[in-house]
């Protein structure tokens, strides 16, 4: 898919020195930018949902034993 945004020409002549300094392109440095901004924001993983369902333990015993440990 493409995309086109505007970018000002300070911000690409930045852009153009990182890239000849790092031997990558500005799309490629764009990319990077949008993939960690994703890896950044990203919702928490909610995998424990449900994780207590197989548990044959009352959940109020189970609660004031880790409370006991405090």
């Known amino acids: 898919m493409r995309i ?3 970018i000002n020409d300070k911000r690409i002549a930045e852009l153009n020195k990182l890239g000849i300094a790092q031997n ?7 990319g990077l930018a949008i993939q960690e901004y994703i890896k950044k924001n ?5 995998r424990a ?3 207590w369902k197989n ?4 959940g109020l ?3 004031e034993r ?3 440990e405090w």
Request: hydrophobic share 40%; proline share 4%.
């Open 66 to 68: 880790v409370r006991s």
């Open 61 to 63: 015993v189970y609660q």
């Open 4 to 6: 086109f945004i505007n």
């Open 55 to 58: 548990n044959q333990s009352d």
């Open 49 to 51: 949902f449900g994780i």
């Open 42 to 46: 990203q919702a928490p993983d909610n």
């Open 24 to 30: 990558i392109s500005i799309e490629e440095m764009i």
